[in-house]
């Protein structure tokens, strides 16, 4: 705690959109919690707000490995995860953890862990490199087989944690990894999702 103290006075929290210090994710920028459920095939989704303004500012700077919007993002989330869940973020890319040294999904589902009283279990992991980045829609669509459970997971309920909900085949290909290793998948919470879908950033 008092590292955490000092790493507070040296490096404060700086908004994600309008770079006030003192938070990341400001008052005055982050949209109203709104939980809404996102249009998906498979899962229920649930989001806390769109893919725009502050919202996309912040999921831009937890890929770009922002502890503190990790922290900000996991307490906006808390509110729409059952007490007591198990929460399986999807993993960020092996490429993205090198280069930022972060996996910031990951951060946000502790921090909303620790309001609601959930278990994080991080027992996904890609199964190839970086295959999302450059693929169009429909590309993306049919890729299958992009994740694996590390964990054998029979009578485990999962809950998936990820930043955002473009066109849901990541959060579908992650389902299908955890029901293979024997799981079953209550639904997913997600920060934001786009209003259309559009290309990953
Ligand atoms: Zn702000």
């Not at 709104?34 to 303004?53: C, K, M, Q, R, S």
């Not at 937890?62 to 990790?70: F, P, Q, Y």
């Not at 996904?124 to 992009?146: K, N, V, Y």
Request: aromatic share 4%; with cysteine.
């Amino acid at each position: 705690m008092i590292l955490r103290a000092i790493l507070d006075a040296v490096f404060p929290a700086q908004c994600a959109a309008c770079n006030m210090l003192g938070s990341a994710l400001c008052g005055s920028c982050a949209p109203p919690f709104a939980a809404f459920t996102v249009a998906h095939p498979l899962l229920h989704v649930i989001a806390t707000g769109w893919y725009e303004d502050a919202l996309r500012s912040a999921v831009l700077a937890l890929k770009d490995g922002r502890r503190d919007v990790a922290e900000a993002l996991g307490a906006r989330i808390a509110p729409a995860i059952a007490f007591g869940s198990l929460l399986v973020p999807v993993p960020t890319t092996r490429a993205r953890l090198r280069t930022r040294g972060v996996d910031g999904v990951a951060l946000v589902a502790s921090t909303a862990a620790c309001f609601s009283n959930a278990t994080v279990l991080r027992t996904l992991e890609h199964c190839g490199g970086d295959m999302q980045r450059g693929r169009s829609r429909d590309e993306r669509l049919a890729a299958r087989d992009r994740f694996r459970a590390r964990d054998a997971l029979q009578g485990r309920a999962c809950t998936l944690v990820d930043d955002v909900c473009t066109t849901g085949a990541t959060l579908s290909d992650c389902a299908l990894a955890i029901r293979r290793a024997g799981g079953t998948v209550t639904g997913a919470v997600v920060v934001a999702a786009t209003k259309s879908p559009t290309p990953w950033e």
